[in-house]
């Protein structure tokens, strides 16, 4: 089992930045993907990003080139640095950790919510 805890949300201008974190209760190299999700009012949840143990990245196109998924062994944290954010990127984000044992295990945090204001 993973338990997931995120921070790092919060209020800020078009065009600024945060950092949203997501704490492992374990090793994220035990973990086969971690994944950076979210999900805005009247829209379904999307991933943003996601970064696997062997450090494979993977991106929406429509945060390419703006945001960057990172991996922190030693704290077992997965970061999302968040640039030249934009209003439509309002919305909760959510942590995912995928577990492949071979069953396959989705294991989610509470969310955080970012907010871009015009």
């Known amino acids: 089992q993973v338990h997931l805890v995120e921070s790092g949300g919060g209020l800020v201008q078009a065009g600024g930045s945060l950092r949203l974190s997501c704490a492992a209760s374990?090793?994220?190299?035990?973990?086969?993907?971690v994944g950076w999700y979210r999900q805005a009012p009247g829209k379904q949840r999307e991933l943003v990003a996601s970064?696997?143990?062997?450090?494979?990245?993977n991106y929406a196109d429509s945060v390419k080139g703006r945001f960057t998924i990172s991996g922190d062994n030693a704290k077992n944290t997965v970061y999302l640095q968040m640039n030249s954010l934009k209003p439509e990127d309002t919305a909760v984000y959510y942590c995912?950790?995928?577990?492949?044992?071979?069953?396959?295990?989705?294991?989610w945090g509470q969310g955080t919510q970012v907010t871009v204001s015009s």
């Open positions: 995912n950790a995928r577990v492949v044992t071979p069953y396959v295990y989705n294991y």
């Open positions: 374990r090793s994220i190299k035990s973990i086969n993907a």
């Open positions: 970064v696997t143990s062997s450090s494979s990245t």
